[in-house]
């Protein structure tokens, strides 16, 4: 159990960080951070997606880019 937690909170981190280059390198987020993580969540998909966005950090792909630049523009959701 103490194994999946840490992996959780290692996955959430990897998330809240490319939450943070986006937000940099693109714009803020009009939502919460949680929010922004969530919707990462639903775009990467899989673990081995997250992993190829971390070794290419600080650069994001362009499709990353693209969906968070359309997404804030809708809202984020709203």
């Known amino acids: 159990m103490v194994n999946q937690i840490a992996e959780l909170d290692g996955y959430l981190a990897l998330l809240a960080q ?20 969530a919707w990462l969540t639903e775009w990467v998909r899989s673990p081995d997606a997250l992993r190829e966005i971390r070794r290419g ?5 362009p499709a990353l880019i693209s969906g968070y630049s359309s997404w804030i523009h809708l809202g984020g959701g709203q």
């Open 18 to 37: 490319i939450a943070d280059e986006l937000e940099q390198q693109v714009a803020p987020c009009p939502m919460t951070q949680p929010l922004l993580i």
């Open 57 to 61: 950090l600080p650069h994001l792909p």
